[in-house]
């Protein structure tokens, strides 16, 4: 019977430790040039799948392998990308249409209408609230409906 629940105990452990290991390697990142080649594999020798023309668009890390990064966008595309390509997170897509106020309160002075799409580059955020910079743009919106992290 002990033996039992030392094997449950030891076989949870192990099952924790897997999820965590695949939970730690996902997170988001940005692009940190303008031309950013993507990926067939993990490697130099790999054909270049296709090319991304945005500096700071937010994409999620989903794998790793040496100095290459598994990851796919908001349109679900997929390849890997050189470390060197990729800065930590400083950027979301907002997933729909939103305000951007002067404070973080929905009662603040509204600046502008972002719509759906939009890259913005985030300063800092609190209370589910960004602090955030687009165009000529600077001001605050709610962190729901993103493509990206704000942690």
Request: include cysteine; glycine fraction near 4%; aromatic fraction near 12%.
């Amino acid at each position: 019977m002990q033996l039992i629940i030392k094997i449950n105990i030891w076989s949870l452990l192990l099952s924790l430790l897997f999820i965590f290991q695949l939970s730690s390697q996902e997170k988001f990142l940005s692009l940190k040039k303008n031309k950013v080649n993507v990926r067939y594999g993990p490697s130099f020798q790999s054909e270049i799948k296709y090319v991304y023309y945005k500096i700071n668009l937010p994409i999620k890390q989903i794998d790793k392998k040496e100095n290459f990064r598994r990851i796919v966008d908001l349109k679900n595309n997929s390849g890997w990308i050189h470390v060197s390509q990729l800065t930590k997170s400083n950027s979301i897509i907002i997933l729909e249409n939103k305000i951007l106020f002067k404070k973080p309160s929905s009662l603040s002075k509204p600046i502008a209408r972002l719509e759906k799409g939009r890259l913005l580059i985030v300063k800092k955020c609190e209370n589910n609230w960004c602090n955030i910079k687009t165009d000529n743009y600077f001001g605050w919106i709610k962190t729901d409906n993103i493509w990206g992290s704000v942690k």
